[in-house]
């Protein structure tokens, strides 16, 4: 989840959010009126930092404890992963956790933390979808269409997706194997640069994240052909899923974030805060919010998020390994 997200760049004052949210109260517990310092690895105006703030925003209210956002981009989220890897375990420190930590297990030759065991996962937040997409005057009317031409003409079909070992990147790697299709993933220094190459014809098909495209799709500029995920897009419930195709039964991928602590926080610390984030995502403020992001809310135990982080790390593992994707 490297690319630029400049379409959300003015959200944060639209949705009536603040980078820091405080919420004035008493507790038993002196670290219960201290701010939490939610790390994101992440620029800000994007859809997980948008997502933190929307979160934050309802957990500071469910807490009565400020919740501030703190963007620490970069490094495959190395940079955001070592603070709070390193913070004390008391539970007013949290990262911002994606299919991105998990990329980078196996992107990386070594971590300076280990995804597994120096973090205690909190909740999962929600899912959100990646789409293939077409330029709207193109001849593929359908994902089957575009596998028929990169089967016809062996190699010619280039598939545009932002930096090697993105999610998109490795979305699309996977897509070309499950298809058996031998096509060019293409990679762009950003979702602008995608977007770019699609309108003037430079690459055949694009796979992104959908809500960056979005104004591109309604604008009609982009068709989406499918997404990625297990179920169709509430947005756009008339665009079929990858996996309904035969060739790609029980395809599904889609990127995801989630809170996590530092090892060793303490299980009630945990539990308080799984409780808050359970709370937010049952708002239908939040919810609200998170539909004009493409966010599928979905919060979770954290031994679900532990059990889904592990299953990642091996899945994208082997993607990269099987890509022959040289380790950073």
Known sequence: MRSTRRPFLLLPAALGLAAVLP???????????????????????????????????AMSSQ?????IVDNRPGAGGVVAGTMVASAAADGLTLLLMSNGTAVSEGLFQK?????????????????????????????LRSLADLVAAAKARPGALNIGTVNIGSTQHLAATLFKSRAGIDAQVVPFNGTPAVVTALRSGQIDAGVEILSPVMPQITGKALRVLAVMGE??????????????????????????????????????????????????????????????????PRAGSPEELAT?????????????????????
């Open 111 to 139: 971590l300076p933390f280990d995804t597994r065991k120096d973090f205690a996962p909190v909740s999962l937040l929600g899912y959100f979808d990646i789409a293939i997409v077409v330029p709207e005057k193109s001849p």
């Open 231 to 296: 179920k169709r897009n509430p947005a756009l419930p008339e665009v079929p899923t990858a996996a309904e195709g035969a060739a790609l039964k029980g395809f599904d991928v889609r990127s995801w974030n989630a809170l996590a602590a530092p090892a060793k926080t303490p299980r009630e610390r945990i539990d308080r805060l799984n409780r808050a984030v359970r709370a937010a995502l049952a708002s239908p403020e939040v919810q609200q919010q998170l539909a004009t992001l493409n966010v599928q």
């Open 308 to 328: 889904l982080l592990d299953s990642e790390i091996r899945r994208w593992s082997g993607v990269i390994a099987a890509a022959g994707i040289p380790r950073q």
């Open 63 to 67: 807490l009565n404890q400020p919740v």
């Open 23 to 57: 919420v004035p109260a008493h507790a038993a517990d002196g670290r219960d009126t201290q701010p939490i310092r939610l790390v994101v690895p992440f620029g800000a105006g994007g859809v997980a930092d948008l997502t933190a703030r929307v979160v934050g925003k």
